[in-house]
């Protein structure tokens, strides 16, 4: 079965950066969607940043300007480069796939970032 690897989370002061990056443990084909997300306990789920099909990167209010995805094709990987981070930007993150066919819809498992005041 087809898994999300994620890494890069961790714990870092305010202003910091951290960098995330998520990729299939196999080759995927015709990904449509690659976005990551974000949950803080009691919360529901929330966008951070997405790219999807050929349209340009897609952003939360809260993270435009600080927060740059980007998507290597070749590697099918995602990556989260977060700076300027703030304490509420504390959450576990999660990266979300979905091929155009919807054969695969995947989660990942989630990487806990910390920002401390």
């Known amino acids: 079965q087809v898994q999300l690897v994620e890494s890069g989370g961790g714990s870092v002061q305010s202003g910091g950066s951290l960098r995330l990056s998520c990729a299939p443990s196999?080759?995927?084909?015709?990904?449509?969607?690659m976005g990551w997300y974000r949950q803080v306990p009691g919360n529901e789920r929330e966008l951070v940043a997405a790219i999807t099909g050929d349209s340009g990167p897609n952003y939360a209010d809260s993270v435009k300007g600080r927060f740059t995805v980007s998507r290597d094709k070749s590697k099918n990987t995602l990556y989260l480069q977060m700076s300027s981070l703030k304490p509420e930007d504390t959450a576990v993150y999660y990266c979300?796939?979905?091929?155009?066919?919807?054969?695969?819809?995947?989660w990942g498992q989630g990487t806990q970032v910390t920002v401390s005041s």
């Open positions: 196999a080759n995927i084909p015709n990904i449509y969607h």
């Open positions: 979300w796939l979905r091929t155009w066919d919807g054969r695969y819809d995947i």
